[in-house]
């Protein structure tokens, strides 16, 4: 029975897995690349100054962390895509267990999903991450962070590694995420099916109140602690706040939904669409809330320093910073969109119902556009104050200064990226889903 849910559900629904194997497969370069880079800079015969040099740059220990930090992401991200990609089973997962599949039979059919998956994307990651690895360690020699005598070679133990972290991280993100489908009672999961639940939880809620009350005391904190440590410990600040965002999402969603009417007819029915799918939406919300923070708190933490001290920061210092800011942007993207994608395709009858009662292609696709605008807003509001909850105690300690600065060409690109995003998560799948006549999609999608 479990290979057979397995089987059927990587089948029937191959694109609902795009998110945990693109996760998984960035999983797989970023450990491969990272045990390769560490297995370089330690090999290479360098000097005793440019030994000494190389160590007291703390890069080693920065591929380490690479290492560490694809461990946690992979746990989280794959969590949340297989959140999706299980939704889509709820039916099937209700089936079996009517016909006597118990809890545990179903959290290993889920768990044997994500296992089936990690593993042709840790082959095509592997080799990824020695080209990305190859790049990193270039662009350190140009900036002069590390000698010239450092060059790439593979490290015999990344696919092992990569394999090990990746199954086992994927697993652990695959049953966490199949908790409550595999306990829920079969009759419930028809029913929740075929109608939204549209209640919010009471203790979810709790839990993310306290998470971002959490947050905010930390923030408070570090204003008044070693400015040495600010950044390691706003990390976790932004991190408890983010995921207190995703417990708090359903009520922001509806929070923001009525928004939306002031487009009109298209909008109202974009405000009802958010109301019923406020829970399933805000999956997209810890990832893009997540990128939005991490990346603005790298960002404007540089921009101010060099605004404040009217000085540009070393080259190396900001491209190993920001080198690293893009692994966890590429992981909370791959995430956002994958929610949206799996939420707008799960709604490919609805659509065709609409279009079957008058509603054009271009009127359906109006609808989604103003969903997708309401999300964006929603992000970008809760990100910036995640950002800055974080950041001004951050930049107190380290710079003085409690004014955040920011030059508007930046602030435009991240806007124009963060719309791009969600718009390439909920616009493209819907063309996809719009492609052929209604009433075949109707006789298709079952």
């Known amino acids: 029975m479990n290979a057979g849910l397995t089987r059927q559900a990587l089948r029937k629904q191959p694109w609902a897995f795009a998110g945990p194997f693109v996760t998984q497969c960035l999983a797989a370069a970023l450990v491969s690349g990272a045990l390769g880079a560490s297995s370089s800079m330690s090999g290479a015969r360098l000097d005793p100054a440019a030994r000494q040099a190389l160590t007291e740059s703390s890069l080693p220990e920065m591929a380490a962390l690479f290492v560490v930090m694809s461990v946690y992401l992979t746990a989280l991200i794959v969590g949340l895509t297989m959140t999706s990609s299980i939704a889509r089973q709820g039916r099937d997962i209700a089936l079996v267990r009517a016909v006597g599949a118990t809890p545990g039979r179903v959290r290993r059919a889920v768990a044997a999903q994500a296992a089936a998956v990690a593993v042709p994307a840790t082959v095509l990651g592997v080799p990824l991450g020695a080209l990305l690895a190859r790049a990193w360690l270039a662009g350190l020699t140009g900036h002069g962070a590390i000698p010239p005598g450092v060059t790439f070679h593979s490290s015999a133990a990344a696919l092992p590694?990569?394999?090990?972290?990746?199954?086992?991280?994927?697993?652990?993100?695959?049953?966490?995420?199949?908790i409550r489908p595999a306990r829920v009672r079969p009759a419930a999961a028809l029913t929740e099916m075929a109608v939204p639940r549209r209640r919010v939880s009471v203790v979810h809620t709790a839990i993310g109140v306290v998470l971002v009350a959490g947050g905010v005391v930390l923030s408070v904190l570090i204003a008044k602690g070693d400015p040495a440590k600010a950044g390691e410990s706003g990390f976790f600040t932004m991190l408890a706040m983010c995921v207190g965002v995703g417990f708090l999402g359903p009520v922001l969603l509806r929070l923001v939904a009525p928004l939306a009417r002031l487009f009109g007819g298209t909008g109202a029915l974009a405000a009802d669409n958010l109301a019923v799918r406020s829970k399933a939406l805000s999956g997209a919300l810890v990832p893009?809330?997540?990128?939005?923070?991490?990346?603005?708190?790298?960002?404007?933490?540089?921009?101010?320093?060099?605004?404040?001290?009217?000085?540009?920061?070393?080259?190396?210092?900001?491209?190993?910073?920001?080198?690293?800011?893009?692994?966890?942007?590429?992981?909370?993207?791959?995430?956002?969109?994958?929610?949206?994608?799996?939420?707008?395709?799960?709604?490919?009858?609805?659509?065709?119902?609409?279009?079957?009662?008058?509603?054009?292609?271009?009127?359906?696709?109006?609808?989604v556009v103003c969903e997708a605008l309401m999300v964006t807003v929603t992000a970008l509001a809760v990100g910036t104050v995640v950002a800055m909850v974080t950041l001004v105690p951050m930049l107190h300690g380290m710079l003085g200064t409690w004014m955040p600065y920011l030059p508007t060409g930046q602030l435009i690109v991240g806007l124009a990226a963060v719309i791009g995003l969600v718009l390439l998560g909920t616009v493209v799948p819907a063309l996809v889903a719009m492609r052929r006549p209604a009433v075949e999609s109707l006789a298709v999608d079952p």
């Open 288 to 367: 893009l809330v997540l990128a939005i923070a991490f990346a603005t708190v790298k960002v404007v933490t540089h921009t101010t320093s060099v605004h404040v001290r009217a000085a540009p920061d070393p080259p190396a210092q900001v491209w190993t910073e920001y080198s690293g800011t893009s692994v966890y942007v590429a992981f909370a993207a791959v995430a956002a969109v994958n929610t949206l994608v799996t939420v707008l395709l799960a709604r490919r009858r609805e659509l065709a119902v609409t279009r079957l009662v008058g509603a054009s292609r271009t009127r359906a696709l109006a609808v």
């Open 161 to 178: 590694a990569a394999l090990g972290i990746t199954v086992g991280a994927s697993l652990v993100g695959a049953l966490v995420a199949a």
